[in-house]
DNA sequence: ACAATATGAAACCATTTGGTTGTATATATT
DNA sequence: AATATATACAACCAAATGGTTTCATATTGT
């Protein structure tokens, strides 16, 4: 299933609830298929083939350990669609909302930020 | 093709690169059918599909203006991507990412931020 | 060595998806 | 009134998707 000419990308991978749901379940820890699938009711093939989907968008890391093959999660791929939201942030949102966040959920240091505009 | 149940949401929606650039065209300018196919090669009912399912996932909608339907953006349930993204932020989380991609997506001006400590 | 466990992989299947064409209907335009 | 335009809707189709079952293989544990 998993061919080299990388089928599904991020935004395709989270499309589905059950791929979702894996990620969730991989927040943190590094688990085996078997594992990962008993939280479910469907099959481990049907487990493992959304993993190699998974894989396939870089969201999931897999190494082979004993006879186990332990996945983990990789949200930096994540970006992609952060970084393709915040096109549209700007139409509900107002953009300086974005800074307002960072400059209120950060701890230890102060942001200023200056606008300038740039001559054509 | 378009049932009550919502059978769209935001994630599947979005899944779709087509409805992805429909999302890219429609946004400031509100358009009827026959301008958004304009910027396909496909069809002007692949085109009215893709709208139907946008449009179950909020994102679009459509009011009929004489004999066109003109199209808007919607972007508010794109928030819910944004929360459920937001969980796994913490995850790659470097904070002044985000700044780097309101400078980036910044048209026509210049960004300056200074970060400077701040005593305990 | 043998049985149990964990995964891999192939074959198969029903449904969904993403597109098409063809026809009908409503609204402008001349 | 007749024609052109814009959309709606139904039927159809191939390919993709999301699942299953079955069998093979590698690794433990006793």
């Known amino acids: 299933m998993a061919n080299s000419a990388e089928k599904y990308d991020v935004f395709q991978a989270i499309a589905d609830p059950t791929r979702r749901e894996v990620l969730r379940i991989l927040t943190g820890k590094e688990l085996p298929i078997s594992k990962i699938t008993s939280h479910f009711t469907m099959s481990r093939t049907a487990i493992a083939k959304h993993l190699h989907i998974l894989s396939e968008a870089k969201l999931v890391s897999g190494r082979k350990v004993g006879r186990e093959k332990l996945y983990q999660l990789q949200p ?38 200056i606008k300038t505009e740039v001559e054509k």
């Open 76 to 113: 930096e791929p994540l970006e992609e669609l952060k970084q393709w939201l915040s096109f549209y942030e700007q139409f509900w949102n107002n953009k300086l909302s974005i800074l307002k966040h960072v400059v209120e959920s950060d701890g230890g240091s102060r942001i200023h930020v």
